[in-house]
């Protein structure tokens, strides 16, 4: 598709580019809504799984474009099929089976899997979509257990060698994104700093939520991976929160720009996802965290003796220190 993710576009990356023209003064909008959000694209894990291939002289006339992982799940299922087909007709008309079968069918299709190899490592390694990435190692296990389901041979070594070489470019555009949030220049943004969510949030709740979908309809449990680069992620996004809230002048003002931020990303999970999930979790106890923080900061003008009076016992309350609390009898 000509809106195909590119180098360029990063979690941290700003909202607008610059003119490419001499005259061209108004920065010009990027659109990278195909890049962070899922939209449709889950489909292929369950409804389009196994859709008609694309025909691609026909797809040519009617000027059809697809998304990286769209082509790839029709020549992994044509792929399937034909594997299917040819194994049972080696060993019906060679009369073999067990690994004699194997062997004909290696010797059959072994040259055409090894170019599909060779061809998907050279485009997997210009892929710059993480969600398009990740679609593709979902639809690889739901082909190999296919293959399993059907009890024909499994052509195990070529999924394993695909997934690896999508996995180890996941990783890398993963890395990139984490890397452009941390070197984001807050006194740079083009857009100014206010109490509303800022843009990057939204996109990376977006993102996260695209991922975790994906990994939901996989029918497999979060794999560690996958665990692993969520974590640094998200680690990333609470310093970016930290650095943009120090742009802000008051504490009012702060807390409610973290608290309006992780509500956006809570609404988009709540929305997408059936369940609790890690990043559910963590966020909403630092939304709430920051709800208590800004309360007490709202009251603190005019309760702050009795606030204070909280702060203290409340601890030896919980630790049933009574002899301590005694101190504390005679306030008001």
Known sequence: ????????????????????????????????????????????????LMAPLIIPHAATQANETFQFESIFRSIQYALVDHCSHEFLFVCDFFMVNGQSGVDLFT?????????????????ISANYDAISLFLCICLCTKYSELMDDRSVVSIDGYWDNIAKM????????????????????????????DTRPHYVIRRYAEFTCAILVCSDLSGKKTDNRLQALLNGQQAEIEGLLNRLAVALKTKKEKLVFQINNYDI?????????????????????????????????VLYPHFHSLIQFVNECEPLIDQNHSQLLKRHTGKQ
Do not use: C
């Not at 580019?17 to 292929?44: C, D, E, M, W, Y």
């Not at 010797?107 to 485009?123: C, W, Y």
């Open 1 to 48: 598709m000509t809106d195909s993710a590119t180098k360029d576009d990063l979690l941290g990356a700003d909202d607008t580019i610059k003119g490419t023209s001499f005259f061209s003064l108004k920065p010009q909008q990027r659109s990278r809504a195909t890049v962070f959000s899922l939209g449709k694209r889950h489909n292929l894990l369950s409804t389009d």
């Open 107 to 123: 010797q059959v299709m072994g040259k055409s899997i090894a170019h599909l190899i060779k061809t998907f490592e050279e485009r």
């Open 166 to 193: 999508l996995w180890f470019r996941l990783e890398a555009i993963m890395t990139s994104h984490n890397e452009s949030v941390r070197n984001l220049d807050v006194k740079k943004l083009s857009t100014p700093i």
């Open 265 to 297: 990303i809570l609404t988009v999970l709540d929305e997408k996802l059936q369940g609790e999930t890690k990043e559910r979790t963590s966020f909403w106890e630092l939304q709430q965290t920051k709800i208590n923080a800004y309360v007490e900061e």
